[in-house]
């Protein structure tokens, strides 16, 4: 019974915590393929247990998306004020 209950809780975890390949397409609004182009380019950082499923951090994918943001034009003007 404890193995059961321990699986379960191992399940829940992934469920929140980690997305598959075609989950973290869907999230990033993108195909699977292009995802993964992506690890392929080392742009995207994933997880392979047992060596053959792929999964993301919710949360890694997130920073991902968020530190690719672009300045916008009063930012960078800010920024050659500055200089």
């Known amino acids: 019974m404890q193995l059961i209950l321990r699986?379960?809780?191992t399940k829940s975890i992934i469920n929140d915590e980690?997305?598959?390949?075609?989950?973290?397409?869907?999230?990033?609004k993108r195909t699977p393929g292009n995802?993964?182009?992506?690890?392929?380019?080392?742009k995207l950082r994933c997880y392979k247990p047992g060596g053959r499923r792929?999964?993301?951090k919710r949360a890694?994918?997130?920073?991902?998306?968020?530190?690719?943001?672009?300045?916008?034009?009063d930012e960078i003007a800010a920024q050659a004020a500055s200089r």
């Open 60 to 73: 890694e994918l997130q920073e991902w998306v968020e530190g690719s943001a672009v300045a916008s034009n």
């Open 54 to 56: 792929v999964l993301f």
């Open 35 to 42: 995802i993964y182009n992506l690890i392929w380019a080392g």
């Open 7 to 9: 699986g379960m809780e």
């Open 18 to 28: 980690f997305l598959t390949v075609k989950q973290a397409a869907a999230y990033l």
